[in-house]
């Protein structure tokens, strides 16, 4: 009546996880609450910094995080950046940078792909020009003018004009608008 479940063929694994999250937590250098940098930081390993840095972060190979208690005064250079706390400096990211709700960056960001999620602040300006490994981008072969020589838009007839109406014009500009409700 019942059956007996066949065992696992000695073929089948399974998955495993190379690394835990606590194991990848350990991979990451930390710059604590309580420390404070001075001067330029490096390294071959990516990087947490909950404390406050002064300087410059140059880890291109590898990511930044700028935890909720980290605090930046420096250029950051990064593979993934990622900010949660205060930054004011310039970022570069080799891939992405993102802006987290509780992060303030005050400075201009370079990267491929930048994310500011809702809530995050940011003052400066920000620079999406991708490597593309000697090749054009899409922005670069696009035309300045868009009325030159690859536009598809031809220019049809000039419109007629009707003899305007007679109509006062304001001081203030060639447009006035008349609210019917009262201002409180």
């Given at each position: 009546?019942?059956?007996?479940?066949e065992e696992e063929s000695p073929d089948f694994k399974s998955p495993s996880f190379t690394k835990n999250p606590i194991d990848q937590l350990k991979e990451k250098a930390l710059v604590g609450p309580s420390l404070i940098v001075k001067g330029e930081l490096t390294g071959e390993e990516d990087l947490m910094i909950?404390?406050?840095?002064e300087g410059k972060v140059d880890l291109k190979k590898n990511n930044v995080t700028v935890g909720r208690t980290g605090n930046v005064k420096a250029n950051i250079y990064g593979k993934i950046i990622s900010i949660?706390?205060?930054v004011e400096g310039?970022?570069?990211g080799e891939e992405k940078i993102i802006v987290r709700a509780s992060g303030l960056v005050r400075g201009?960001?370079?990267a491929?792909?930048?994310?500011l999620e809702d809530g995050a602040k940011f003052k400066g300006s920000i620079d999406m020009d991708s490597k593309g490994g000697g090749k054009d981008s899409a922005l670069q072969k696009a035309p300045l003018n868009p009325t030159s020589a690859h536009?598809?838009?031809k220019p049809g007839p000039a419109p007629t004009e009707e003899p305007e109406k007679a109509t006062p014009k304001s001081k203030e500009g060639p447009l006035s608008v008349k609210a019917d409700t009262p201002r409180a």
């Open positions: 009546m019942w059956k007996k479940p909950q404390g406050r840095v949660e706390g205060e310039d970022i570069f201009n960001m370079t491929p792909r930048v994310n536009s598809q838009v």
